[in-house]
C-alpha cells in the first residue's frame, strides 16, 4: 500500500468511485471543527462541477481546482494505492 499526492487534474480525472482518499482538512475548515483534522473516505464521485464528493451524507467535499490553485478547505488529499 501507498500514499499517492493527488496534485493534478488528471490524477483526479483516473479516479473511480471507491478510491480511498485520505484529507488532511485546514483549520477553520467545518470538518477541521468537527475534530476531523485528517480522515479518510470512499470516493463517491467528481461531479460535473469539478467537485470530489467524499461523503454524501454531511455533505464532504472540495472543489478540485480551488485545491489544485492550494486555496481549499483540503490542504492536503492522497489516494491509497494498493499497486505494487
Known amino acids: 500500500m501507498k500514499l499517492i499526492k493527488l496534485e493534478k487534474q488528471e490524477q483526479f480525472d483516473a479516479m473511480k468511485k471507491g478510491d480511498i482518499v485520505i484529507v488532511r482538512w485546514r483549520p477553520g475548515s467545518l470538518e477541521y471543527k ?4 485528517i480522515s479518510h473516505y ?31 478547505q483540503a490542504a492536503e488529499a492522497y489516494l491509497v494505492s494498493h499497486a505494487g
Open 34 to 37: 468537527k475534530g476531523n483534522e
Open 42 to 72: 470512499s470516493m463517491v464521485e467528481i461531479n460535473r462541477s469539478n467537485e470530489i464528493i467524499l461523503q454524501k451524507r454531511g455533505n464532504v467535499y472540495f472543489i478540485i481546482h480551488l485545491y489544485l490553485e492550494d486555496n481549499s
